[in-house]
């Protein structure tokens, strides 16, 4: 069995970026600007967003974090990305989720600007993928398939089975496979019968956030299973996906922690750089 190692994985790539950051500032004289706003003290979302300042530093890009309070209010946020939106400085605007419930999130992303949406939230960037046509990719989806294309090229024609149907996941994971011209199905919380759903599967994304859902026996020998769950239990964090019996099943499985989540921020920074890519066109 293949243990994929999202975090050497995204080490080659963030280091990939390094260089095309360096090149980029040759060329331009110039160089990409991602700015985050954090709104609320959640600690997952601290987390997540400090990461991902460290990593576009790292990798040379110009990384500004706003923070408000819980209070904030949603104009105040509206307002921000707006200026955001005509700041020639700032290449990608992400608006770190969850929000708080009086701030409406399909406001937000609505209104920041779609050529500077690096989480490929705005409904441009949605119709966009599922047209084929070019556009900001989710970060966590775009990771997983380029883990999938490490262990295996051409998938063309291969049977995909994805867990979870999410806008953040599920949907977007499903356009960028149909794009390789893989056979998808989308399976959700009223889906009949899962298991034999999955066992039909050459490649399975789990992303529902039940822990350990996919068992041992729900995997077809020799399939590529990829893990997006981050679940906190008692045994401390887990995966969608029963590491230890699909292990055995599988040619090829990403851990949790270790997997998806480190490609999920060097996506980001490599969206930050076509969306910078793009505007000097
Ligand atoms: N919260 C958890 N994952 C994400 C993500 O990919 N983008 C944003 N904006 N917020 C998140």
Redesign the pocket.
């Known amino acids: 069995m293949i243990l994929i190692d999202g975090k050497k994985v995204a080490a080659e790539l963030r280091e990939e970026l390094k260089g095309e950051v360096s090149q980029l500032k040759k060329q331009h004289n110039k160089i990409p600007g991602l700015t985050v706003i954090l709104i609320g003290d959640l600690t997952p ?1 601290q987390i ?1 967003v400090r990461n991902k300042e460290r990593s576009a530093k790292e990798v040379g890009l110009n990384s500004e974090v706003i923070k408000y309070p819980d209070s904030v209010e949603e104009k105040t946020v509206l307002e921000k990305i707006k200026e955001l939106n005509v700041d020639a400085t700032v290449s990608g605007i ?4 969850p929000l708080p419930k009086h701030i409406d999130k399909q406001k937000v992303i609505e209104t920041i600007d779609p050529s500077k949406d690096v ?1 490929g939230f705005h409904p441009m960037n949605v119709g966009n993928l599922s047209s084929g046509y070019e556009s900001s990719i ?3 989806p775009l990771g997983c398939y380029l883990l999938i294309k490490k262990i295996e090229p051409n998938i063309s024609g291969k049977k995909a089975v994805i867990v979870g149907r999410s806008n ?1 996941n599920g949907k977007p994971m499903t356009q960028l496979l149909l794009k390789e011209n893989c056979t998808v199905t989308i399976t959700h919380s009223k889906t009949k019968d899962l298991k034999s759903e999955c066992l039909q599967a050459d490649i399975i994304v789990a992303a529902v956030g039940i822990p350990e859902l996919v068992k041992g026996d729900w995997v077809k020998k020799d399939a590529i299973v990829i893990d997006v769950g981050i679940n906190k239990t008692e045994k401390g964090i887990v995966g969608d996906v029963n590491f230890n019996e699909v292990s055995k099943k599988a040619k090829a499985l990403t851990p949790v922690p270790g997997g998806v989540g480190p490609m ?1 921020i060097a996506c980001l920074l490599k969206n930050t750089i076509e969306c910078f890519k793009r505007s000097q066109i």
């Not at 992400?94 to 989720?97: A, G, K, S, T």
């Open positions: 979302s997540y992400l608006v770190q989720l989480d989710p970060c966590t953040l999920t």
